[in-house]
């Protein structure tokens, strides 16, 4: 199964509003990232245990360690929560940025160091999510 029909499997997996939601996100994701290396995690470690909520990632970051070992991952991802949905976005270095930043315009959204989330879209301000991503995509020089 390639990475796109992973995501869309899981996709689909989700409940409706959250499925439609989700597929309005990847399509803006791919618009803003058009040529993106695209992932599918399944939250899966390699032991085969859940870890971590299924996520689609965009684009491709490389990470360091403190060890000194890198490893490539994407730069934005999403996924589907209990609550909602949440949007990741890695490789911003100040951690308070996102918050102070787009905080205050977002709507209702819980905002942390790399994460958004939100119940619904219609909680939110689209367009100043939109701008959080495309900032995010900026600070980190990688271009797609």
């Known amino acids: 199964m390639t990475v796109q029909e992973q995501i869309e499997q899981y996709i689909a997996t989700q409940p ?17 990232m058009p040529a993106c290396q695209l992932w ?3 939250g899966k470690d390699e032991k085969g245990k859940i870890v971590s909520n299924p996520n689609v990632g965009y684009g491709s970051r490389s990470i360091q360690y403190a060890n000194g070992k890198t ?6 991802g999403m996924s589907a929560n ?26 209702k959204a819980s905002v942390t160091g790399y994460c958004i989330k939100f119940k619904t879209l219609a909680d939110i301000k689209v367009d100043v999510l939109k701008a959080a991503i495309q900032c ?3 600070q980190t020089g990688i271009s797609h």
């Open 82 to 107: 209990t609550t909602g949905i949440s949007v990741y976005i890695l490789g911003i270095d100040d951690k308070k940025y996102l918050a102070q930043t787009f905080g205050q315009d977002l709507g």
């Open 40 to 42: 599918f995690l399944d």
């Open 136 to 138: 995010g995509i900026g």
């Open 71 to 76: 490893r490539e991952f994407y730069q934005i």
């Open 16 to 32: 409706e509003p959250k499925q439609s939601e989700m597929r309005e996100l990847h399509d803006m994701m791919s618009a803003l």
